[in-house]
């Protein structure tokens, strides 16, 4: 289609099914070109139809320490017939003796491998979900570690991990050509805050670095480098249960329940009608068909060497008041893991 009206004079049936093949990535953008649009991608009815198409996934990796070394374990809860959580035992990150923690992001259906947590490198492998296969991507232009990553439309952005000057403190790879090209400074003259992140996403075209330590929120504006500081509230919050839907920043927290981030009022607000669902331990979350896929462990029996993996589906719907309500579908048992194993990586995939 030339123009949007073009395509929102379409049947909604019509333009559903043409929405449902486009990646996922691009709506966004989409939401951003006219109502019409914003209202088809969000639509309940386009995440039915790519729930049939089979497009989307969540991939879950459980780190295990054994005799100080760290071994992963990946897990995929993928729609067949029912919602299934199986092992994905080719996803063996091919660089891991070198690099045990690398920053992991995910792109449509490929998930990227960006080498330098702890040891300085410019390295990166990607893995594609389609054919279980792993291949080396192109290097970065320096070597980093400890930096903070974001996908923002086509780009991914490595923001900070670089000490000896601020022309490369930040660069994007372009997914579509595969080439690193240099980013716009971040204007934060504390390059520290960019370190040892506990968690990253991406809000509102921008890189987000949520950091436990400080209890804060550092965002990189990657149209023009500018940046901004929020707080987080003060209380305990696991690195994998953070996620952005609709462009909204949610967290779990232990003691308030789910939460997310109101950028207008500039605060944070709990979201209304899950209050049976405090005081879970360890917990992971992700997009998932257009709602959040709640996922948490818990002890099978007291004293067991195996912990049960749940799930729950949870609706989130902006209410009359300017507030979330979530409608929290119920548990289900997705499997066991052992105790030892912790959860390390949350990603939501599609194609």
Not at 69 to 90: G, K
Not at 167 to 188: G, Y
Request: aromatic share 12%; with cysteine.
């Amino acid at each position: 289609m030339s123009h949007p009206s073009q395509f929102s004079s379409l049947h909604k049936d019509l333009a559903w099914l043409i929405l449902a093949r486009v990646p996922k990535r691009l709506y966004p953008i989409l939401a951003c070109v006219s109502k019409t649009l914003r209202s088809l991608v969000r639509s309940p009815e386009i995440h039915r139809l790519r729930s049939l198409l089979r497009k989307d996934s969540v991939y879950i990796c459980f780190m295990q320490d054994v005799n100080g070394v760290n071994t992963q374990r990946w897990f995929t809860l993928r729609r067949t017939e029912n919602d299934q959580f199986v092992s994905v035992d080719d996803l063996v990150f091919p660089d891991r003796e070198q690099e045990p923690m690398p920053s992991i992001i995910a792109c449509g259906p490929e998930i990227f491998f960006i080498s330098g947590s702890f040891f300085p490198s410019s390295t990166m492998w990607v893995f594609d979900s389609r054919t279980g296969e792993f291949r080396q991507g192109p290097d970065m232009s320096v070597e980093r570690f400890l930096k903070s990553v974001g996908l923002v439309g086509s780009k991914i952005y490595v923001v900070g991990g670089y000490l000896k000057d601020e022309i490369h403190l930040a660069e994007s790879l372009n997914v579509k050509t595969q080439t690193w090209e240099p980013a716009p400074i971040p204007a934060d003259p504390d390059r520290d805050i960019w370190y040892l992140p506990t968690a990253n996403v991406s809000l509102d075209r921008k890189v987000c670095a949520l950091k436990s330590a400080e209890s804060i929120v550092v965002c990189y504006d990657t149209r023009d480098g500018s940046c901004e500081v929020f707080d987080l509230p003060s209380d305990k919050w696991w690195g994998t249960g953070v996620c952005v839907i609709d462009n909204v920043l949610y967290v779990y927290y232990a003691r308030f329940g789910l939460m997310w981030y109101d950028t207008v009022l500039g605060l944070w607000r709990v979201v209304n009608g899950l209050d049976d669902m405090k005081k879970v331990r360890s917990v992971a979350m992700g997009e998932y068909y257009g709602k959040m896929a709640f996922l948490w462990r818990d002890f099978a029996f007291v004293g067991c060497a195996m912990k049960e993996v749940w799930c729950r589906m949870i609706g989130l719907v902006r209410s009359e008041g300017g507030g979330i309500v979530g409608d929290a579908e119920p548990a289900q048992l997705m499997g066991s893991v052992p105790s030892g194993y912790r959860l390390q990586h949350c990603l939501s995939v599609s194609e």
